[in-house]
Nanobody, 123 residues
Framework: QVQLTESGGGLVQAGGSLRLSCTFSGSIFSINAMGWYRQAPGNERELVGYIVRGGTTKYLDSVKGRFTISRDTVKNTMWLQMNSLEPEDTAVYYC?????????????????WGQGTQVTVSP
């Protein structure tokens, strides 16, 4: 069992930046895949990006070049650096992790979730 605790959401103007943090209660060394999902009102949850055990990252097309996922296996923390934010990025962002599987596009079978943090981007 592992707990994920998020922080770093907030309100920012378009073009601004935010960094979200996800701290794990235990070692992240054995996690197969960890990443970030988001869900805007009226929309289905979507996978923003993820990083696998070997360090490879993958991103949603709409955030490529603007968002970056990183992690620290000593601090047991993952980050989502979001630059050049757009109003369309407004959503609740969730960190997620799975010890055995990859992260699916909608997160329907993900093992562990953070509590979610609101990101609001004003025009």
């Amino acid at each position: 069992q592992v707990q994920l605790t998020e922080s770093g959401g907030g309100l920012v103007q378009a073009g601004g930046s935010l960094r979200l943090s996800c701290t794990f209660s235990g070692s992240i060394f054995s996690i197969n895949a960890m990443g970030w999902y988001r869900q805007a009102p009226g929309n289905e949850r979507e996978l923003v990006g993820y990083i696998v055990r070997g360090g490879t990252t993958k991103y949603l097309d709409s955030v490529k070049g603007r968002f970056t996922i990183s992690r620290d296996t000593v601090k047991n923390t993952m980050w989502l650096q979001m630059n050049s934010l757009e109003p369309e990025d407004t959503a609740v962002y969730y960190c997620a992790a799975d010890f055995r599987h990859e992260l699916g596009p909608y997160g329907r079978a993900v093992e562990y979730w953070g509590q979610g943090t609101q990101v609001t981007v004003s025009p």
